[in-house]
């Protein structure tokens, strides 16, 4: 899975296209099983997916630590590598699957 991320996330438009394909795919689920409306679909997909993004860009960042790279003005924290293409990725599957969630369990509370 790794090396197939990767090989996906070196450019921008491979990128944006398998995260709209994930991305429709998801919304097709939630309008065909849970009979939602294409447009309530894709709001809500994108609320969950624009807050698992705050909680999945710090994973795995190490600040730069090469003297010869730091600019000046930069913040000492700054990812070295911030790997953000991977991250649209790994934001868009772990969205699809709270998502999911959120649609089986808003039928039990009366939703």
């Known amino acids: ?18 995260v709209l394909v994930l991305v429709a795919a998801f919304v097709a689920v939630a309008v065909l099983q849970f009979r939602l409306t294409v447009f309530g679909a894709s709001a809500l997909y994108f609320v969950v997916w624009w807050t698992l993004l705050f909680a999945i860009l710090p994973i795995r960042n190490q600040a730069e630590t090469d003297p010869a790279r ?17 991250k649209a990725i790994w934001t868009t599957l772990a969205a699809g699957a709270a998502f999911l969630v959120a649609l089986a369990a808003f039928p039990l509370t009366g939703l």
Do not use: H, I, Y
């Open 70 to 86: 730091v600019v000046p003005g930069q913040d000492p924290g700054a990812p070295a590598a911030p790997r953000l293409r991977e």
């Open 1 to 18: 899975m790794n090396a197939f991320l990767k090989a996906v996330a070196r450019s921008t438009p491979r990128t944006l296209g398998v």
